[in-house]
């Protein structure tokens, strides 16, 4: 597993880690400049693709990925559950937030290693049984962060630079288990506490449209995704629908990710589902409940699993097992408080 | 006038919300008390959510402090830096925090129960923003029910910065002079914080509760106001408004 606080103590910095927390991915700024240069393509070239491909060809054992939007609100769904067909191994993760996307990645085994802001918990559904096992027991390695600090080491990332300063965590166990480092402001003598920047090999967001390039735009609240699409050294966008290139220049202070920030581009109808997608359609809490209760007897995860996961093709398999178009009108009624 | 703890608890908290203030919540009681405290006393508490929503006109109790009735027609659906900067360039007066343990100083515990970090007894999620929240805004509340197991000499983990070890010890830390824990909301009593020792202190007691449940129910020494009075219960507009507007699917005040 990746340690980068050995890394840079080689680099004879003056880094001393100050929390004894690991930091799971490279927060060198001049390295991260070569990678960008070397392997990010300029060309507005067409990126679709389909989630298998782009799952297969852009996320290898062992990277360390960012997941969009906030747990169950705008998540990409249909890549996490072909992480988990695809059987991907030993994934870190930014736990910013990570609700219903840690839960899925923890059925299928596929994280070995969390930067822990919010994990575990379902906001107010309640605690994946399953998530908490995976931490209890160890087979999950963790370093503590916050959801701000999380946000601000991609904002790090997202500014090319190797660290910023912040104002949370100091005094806590909080940063006792972070890697952050204190430091003093140069110019005031205020005291902060540096955060590494956060470069994900891998940022998946799900956005509400895109063009066949790669340009998205974002309905709604953008949570910390303008910067995680920045701070991530590949791309990957599902989105609602994909747009003409002139659907983007109609409207292009609504842009929020450009196409030279993306790897792949699929389009993925209700692609949040069971999350909320604003303006969209509602969370499916029933779906939920569901999936929180299977948790409870190995069995019935096992076969929930099979049923919703393993045992279909793809997204779209998924979606006829949860009820279909009907049950995703209902949803839609309800996002959009239609009286019904 | 009949209520439960949940409803005397919300009330109490709400009366706190000065108007032209800004809060950030969560989902639950806290939401609950800033939505009151709009319908009743601040028309122009500003509420936003670590996720990005910014003044909605909230339509119903949000189920995540990131789904879209966070930001239904609000005044800006912007994002999680947009708002935790906010809080760090020092313009949010409230939030409101829960947790599994909290100690004397108003440190809580929502990350693990257990000796070893590595090992835990028992993980939750963790701080979310809670550690920013408590970091960075000026005031911070909890709601909370109030138990030996909850109110704890040692908690296992501090997650969130209260006080710290006491007087000094905020900003000793780094953390912004003049923020921390301000109001503690129990179902037995509402607790400030003593300016000199920045420990816990009784300021009322809620009808029919005694020193010697309050006592009984804290696993710390508490120090008591010079006159503990007795929490003004809640008002028959109050529980109209909470019941009938802010909660009428009982979500949250059906817990209590």
């Known amino acids: 597993m990746a340690d980068f606080t050995e890394l840079l103590q080689e680099k004879k910095v003056t880094y001393k880690p100050g929390g004894c927390g690991k930091i799971y991915t490279d927060p060198d700024a001049d390295r991260a400049r070569l990678y960008f240069r070397d392997q990010k393509p300029r060309k507005m070239v067409e990126k679709t693709t389909t989630v298998g491909e782009a799952v297969k060809n852009l996320i290898n054992n062992g990277d360390y990925i960012g997941v969009g939007g906030f747990g169950a609100n705008r998540i990409p769904t249909a890549v996490l559950h072909e992480m988990v067909r695809q059987g991907k191994k030993n994934i870190g993760l930014a736990g910013h937030t990570a609700t219903h996307d840690f839960q899925i990645l923890v059925a299928g085994n596929c994280i070995d290693r969390c930067d822990i802001a919010y994990v575990v918990g379902l906001e107010a559904r309640g605690l994946s049984k399953i998530a908490r096992t995976a931490i209890e027991s160890g087979a999950i390695d963790t370093t503590e962060w916050t959801n701000a600090a999380l946000t601000w080491r991609y904002k790090a990332a997202a500014m090319g630079l190797s660290f910023l300063p912040v104002r949370c965590m100091l005094g806590t166990d909080t940063q006792k288990y972070s890697a952050a480092m204190e430091m003093e402001c140069p110019f005031t003598g205020i005291k902060y506490l540096a955060v590494p920047a956060l470069y994900p090999d891998v940022g998946i967001i799900h956005v509400h449209r895109a063009d066949v390039y790669g340009n998205c735009q974002i309905d709604g609240i953008m949570v910390a995704d303008s910067d995680l699409a920045r701070a991530a050294k590949r791309l990957i966008i599902t989105t609602e629908r994909l747009v003409p290139n002139l659907v983007i220049r109609r409207e292009p202070t609504k842009t929020v990710i450009p196409y030279y920030l993306v790897d792949a581009v699929i389009e993925v109808p209700f692609g949040s589902y069971p999350g909320n997608m604003a303006y969209e359609y509602f969370s499916d809490e029933d779906h939920l409940r569901e999936w929180l209760k299977a948790e409870n007897d190995p069995e019935d995860l096992a076969a929930f699993l099979k049923r919703y996961i393993y045992g279909v093709k793809d997204f779209n398999g998924y979606l006829d097992q949860i009820g279909g178009m009907t049950r995703l009108q209902e949803l839609r009624y309800q996002e959009n408080m239609v009286e019904k | ?256």
């Open chain 2, 1 to 256: 006038m009949d209520y439960n703890d949940m409803e005397l608890m919300i009330c109490l908290a709400s009366r706190y919300l000065e108007d032209d203030s800004i809060v950030v919540v969560g989902t639950g009681a806290p939401c609950a008390a800033a939505m009151l405290a709009q319908k009743l006393y601040s028309p122009r508490l500003m509420i936003m959510f670590e996720a990005g929503g910014i003044g909605p006109l909230l339509p119903s109790m949000p189920i995540s402090v990131g789904d879209s009735r966070t930001f239904y027609r609000a005044l800006a659906a912007s994002s999680m830096p947009e708002i935790m900067e906010t809080c760090q360039r020092g313009l949010v007066d409230y939030t409101f925090l829960g947790g599994a343990q909290i100690d004397q100083y108003g440190n809580i515990n929502s990350t693990m129960i257990g000796k070893d970090y590595k090992a835990p007894t028992v993980r939750f999620p963790g701080s979310g923003g809670a550690n920013d929240l408590g970091s960075l805004c000026w005031k911070t509340m909890m709601i909370t029910p109030q138990d030996q197991r909850r109110f704890t000499e040692k908690i296992d983990f501090v997650t969130t910065p209260g006080y710290l070890t006491g007087p000094g010890a905020r900003e000793e830390a780094g953390l912004p002079p003049g923020s921390g824990p301000y109001k503690v909301i129990t179902n037995l009593c509402v607790i400030g914080f003593d300016e000199q020792t920045k420990r816990m202190m009784v300021e009322s007691m809620h009808p029919g509760i005694t020193r010697e449940k309050v006592i009984e129910n804290t696993g710390f020494e508490l120090l008591w106001a010079e006159n503990v009075t007795a929490s003004d219960p809640p008002k028959a507009d109050e529980l109209n408004v909470l019941r009938n507007e802010v909660d009428p699917y009982r979500y949250i005040i059906g817990r209590g």
